[in-house]
């Protein structure tokens, strides 16, 4: 099944949160919607500007920063939550992306 642009993003975008804290690969993606990994991540970078890996990226950013403003979790909770076995990772991530920290963030 071809799915273009933004349904084709929509799609993934539920697919990988529905997968956290277990990560789906680009293969794995790229597979659900038929396409080789090259054609999806051509797609992906159209419709968003990003490569595929970035979107998964920012998937789990955004359900970090959703479970970081709810104030419920820790940082080293939300960083299992959303597949990354290092907080550091997450905080670097969000920094870099959103030029943020998570104590910002759950400030906010």
């Known amino acids: 099944m071809l799915v273009q642009g933004n349904a084709l993003v929509s799609r993934l975008t539920a697919q990988i949160e529905d997968s956290l804290p277990e990560l789906t690969g680009v ?3 790229a597979e ?6 090259r054609t999806l991540s051509r797609h992906v970078h ?3 500007g990003h490569s595929t890996r970035q979107l998964i ?12 403003e709810s104030g419920q979790y820790s940082v ?3 960083a299992t939550r959303v597949g990354y076995r ?8 969000m920094r870099r992306l959103l ?7 759950r400030l906010g």
Do not use: F, H, W, Y
């Open 99 to 105: 030029d943020v920290t998570p104590r910002q963030l």
């Open 46 to 48: 159209k419709a968003t």
């Open 57 to 68: 990226q920012r998937v789990q950013l955004n359900k970090a920063r959703a479970l970081l």
């Open 32 to 37: 659900s919607v038929g396409m080789s990994e």
């Open 76 to 78: 080293e909770e939300i």
């Open 86 to 93: 290092d907080p550091t990772a997450l905080r670097r991530l």
């Open 27 to 29: 293969r794995a993606l």
